[in-house]
């Protein structure tokens, strides 16, 4: 979790990579040649070129230098209410939750690839409407509870961080989820499996120090492990 992106939990030091996926690259590459990539390249530059535009034009602001890859971020709207309303349009945009103490705000994460310069237009009209519809979003009483809970773990990380920080912030975070996990798992819909909408989740991550989120997030799968789900 010590990374501003989305949360990930792999279950192994491999992840979920194995050779199958360089035997369907190696194949592909062959597949497209040197043309094919030209052809390919050309629509990902189109279509980044109007992303970028129209990101602007809502109001957001890259980070960095977009390429095949991008991230935008926003002072004025909760991209990961963003995130939620666009996937109920069909577009799936990752929210990533920055890191507080190094000043990388949350953003949204999108990957540019050919099928988007056939699609992208459609999207950023999507982007205007689900903007415009966050912004006129009162706070939920959710997020009173969460901004809470929030609090009062960030308040269990110690200023620095070696092995017998840790030891003691594994103890005292065990403590804060026997009393406070089952609650914090119903508040964020999580008590019968993960929700459509992850927004909330995401908020509650990128208020925590690095440490909490992290065990937090494990904390959340093993309940859900254990609990079937």
Known sequence: ?????????????????????????WAVVHFLGEEGYRKLAKKIIRAKKRM??????????A?????????????????FKLSDEMAKKGWIIQAQKGIQ????????????????????DAMLEDLKACTEA????????????LDTFGLILSMLAPEEMDIAAMGKLFTEMEKAMDQYGPKIMQVLGLE????KEMGMIFQLLASL????????????VVEMFHGGL
């Open 134 to 145: 966050v912004k006129k979003m009162p706070p939920s009483e959710t997020e009173g509870l």
């Open 52 to 61: 970028v535009n129209g990101f602007a034009d809502s109001g957001y602001r």
């Open 101 to 120: 103490n190094m000043k990388i705000p949350p953003s949204l994460h999108l990957t540019i690839t050919p099928i988007h310069d056939e699609t992208v």
């Open 1 to 25: 979790m010590k990374w501003p992106g989305y949360p990930i939990i792999n279950p192994a030091v491999l992840s979920s990579r194995s050779e199958a996926l360089l035997a369907a690259a």
């Open 209 to 220: 120090p690095p440490e909490i989120a992290e065990l937090l997030s494990s904390y959340i």
């Open 63 to 79: 980070l960095g230098e977009p390429s095949v890859i991008a991230a935008f971020t926003s002072e004025d709207v909760n991209l």
């Open 192 to 195: 019968k499996g993960f929700p």
